[in-house]
């Protein structure tokens, strides 16, 4: 009877091992986080009330900030979408590619597929791989044929999963493409797509004002798609046409199925919103909610996407096992093509916050944006003024999981983005509309350039005068105090280095 007994519970013992065994060995497939770079579209550095904005709150990205580490001197490599996607993909500063501009819908893929990306280096971690959101990096090798499989995009970069816009929500094709196909096409209504000449019939913004419920400022006045008039022309799929007022809601089922359906193994997630850039279209239950027109309603709208995208992390259990990066492609816009009360109803919110400038800048509104890193029980809610970039992402998230990348332009900052070094980059080189500026330390050099001061489409300042512009921030984050004269010498110090990383001469630039 004691044999039989130490045999049970020898047996018992062997079993309790077995399954802790398990477990253990099941923590450790699951030991890599997962990674979710949240990325908005024209979002200012004073969009966020945990940034300082005072008539608008946005509990949802203030908690990423509160409760993360929040950055001050966050940046985007330029001031413009394209090229700022670029970079944060690639690891390469976008005035590298003279291709790396913004784009129209109709655009060839303007990264190379033998080119070092994120997602391919996640692959190579062993990662699942999706991006859920605006694009706008081309797609195609030329003259795409929407009706077929379009190759080569996301897919062929390193995305396993891709849900995506071509370019802009105000740029046809208005369709959505589901890993290199039009969902919902039907094949008897085929698409159609011109930047050059519109197709015979098609009505347009220009043409026929009365078929639009939202008017045009600047170039938006071609392809009419639910009212709403385009840039570019577009004939065809009707049945694919998106919504743009459940745009948002679409864009989170599609990231919510995705961690569901994706938990078990690590997956990096690019969120790419599509908010706030125009045309500003809320769903009906966010307009009106702001108090300052569309351009509120969709931070607001954006801001409630973050949170049921966070409530989904934590339902599956997977908050605690998933740093999430957040920040904004380039800085606020209010007039950028379409008539829609961003000015007049702006009240005293500063979308710049206490910067100069805005998209399409070369001043500090341009690029510095709120860049937050947020991991729940790994990094410590603080805020930090390191010098931080979204070309960045590549060597740091390498470095996270352990795996060599292609660095080029990217600098390991993980440090940084876990909390544990405050030390940052030692400069930056800043791009708006293919002119550059050069941040290093708490200095800002602008060269002499060409062209006018004031962008008068977008009537945002451009940085631009026909001499140099040099900036302290700490003493001086508006840029009203131009040092330059007073400071020969630190002029020829920073000039040195920058053309050394831009392997150009300004001397002579007038």
């Known amino acids: 009877m004691k044999s039989i007994l130490k045999y049970i519970l020898l047996i018992s013992i062997v079993f309790t091992a077995c399954k802790e065994a398990k477990k253990v060995a099941k923590k450790e497939v699951n030991k890599k986080p997962n990674v979710v770079v949240i990325y908005l579209d024209d979002l200012g550095y004073g969009d966020l009330s945990a940034y300082g904005a005072t008539e608008i709150s946005t509990p949802n990205m203030d908690l990423l900030a509160n409760e993360g580490i929040k950055f001050t001197n966050g940046y985007a490599t330029s001031a413009t979408c394209t090229p700022s996607r670029y970079a944060l993909l690639t690891g390469v500063y976008p005035w590298r590619n003279a291709k790396a501009k913004i784009l ?6 303007i990264i190379s597929t033998e080119q070092e990306t994120v997602p391919k280096m996640f692959k190579r971690a062993g990662y699942q791989t999706s991006i859920v959101g605006k694009w706008h990096l081309g797609l195609g090798a030329g003259n795409v044929n929407w009706n077929a499989h379009i190759s080569p995009g996301p897919n062929e970069l390193g995305f396993d999963d891709a849900y995506i816009l071509a370019a802009t929500q ?6 959505y493409i589901d890993n290199g196909y039009v969902d919902g096409l039907d094949p008897k209504d085929p698409i159609s797509v011109s930047y050059k000449k519109n197709f015979e019939g098609e009505p347009t913004g220009k043409d026929n004002p009365e078929l639009t419920t939202m008017k045009w400022h600047h170039g938006h006045n071609n392809s009419i798609v639910n009212g709403i008039p385009r840039i570019g022309y577009m004939k065809g799929g009707e049945a694919a046409k998106w919504s743009d007022v459940d745009m948002a809601d679409h864009f989170l089922k599609k990231a919510k199925n995705y961690v569901k359906s994706h938990k078990d193994k690590p997956f990096f997630l690019y969120y790419a919103l599509q908010q706030p850039h125009v045309p500003r279209t809320p769903h009906p239950r966010f307009v009106g909610k702001s108090g300052m027109g569309p351009r509120g309603d969709v931070i607001l709208e954006a801001d409630y996407m973050i949170g049921e995208f966070m409530k989904t992390l934590e339902e599956e259990g997977i908050l605690e096992n998933t740093l999430i990066i957040f920040s904004s492609d380039n800085g606020p816009v209010l007039q950028d093509g379409y008539y829609d009360d961003a000015i007049e109803k702006l009240g005293k919110h500063t979308p710049a916050g206490k910067l100069r400038g805005g998209k399409y800048s070369l001043f500090d509104a341009g690029t510095r944006v709120p860049f937050m890193t947020y991991w729940k029980g790994t990094i410590q809610p603080g805020v930090s003024d390191a010098l931080v970039c979204q070309v960045d992402l590549l060597a740091s998230l390498a470095d996270l999981v352990n795996v060599t990348a292609d660095k080029k332009d ?23 509309n293919s002119k550059t500026a050069f941040r290093t330390g708490d200095w800002v050099l602008i060269p002499p350039y060409k062209g006018s001061p004031m962008s008068w489409k977008s009537m945002v300042e451009s940085g631009i005068l026909d001499k140099f512009q040099l900036y302290n921030l700490k003493d001086d984050a508006g840029q009203t105090n131009n040092l330059a004269e007073k400071n020969p010498e630190k002029v020829k110090e920073l000039l040195a280095e920058f053309e050394a990383i831009r392997g150009k001469d300004y001397s002579n630039i007038k």
């Open 410 to 432: 990217s600098q390991n900052m993980m440090a940084e983005f876990l909390g544990k070094s405050k030390k940052g980059r030692d400069n930056i080189v800043l791009e708006a």
């Open 170 to 175: 105000d740029r046809v094709p208005t369709v």
């Open 104 to 109: 129209p819908g109709s655009a060839p893929l």
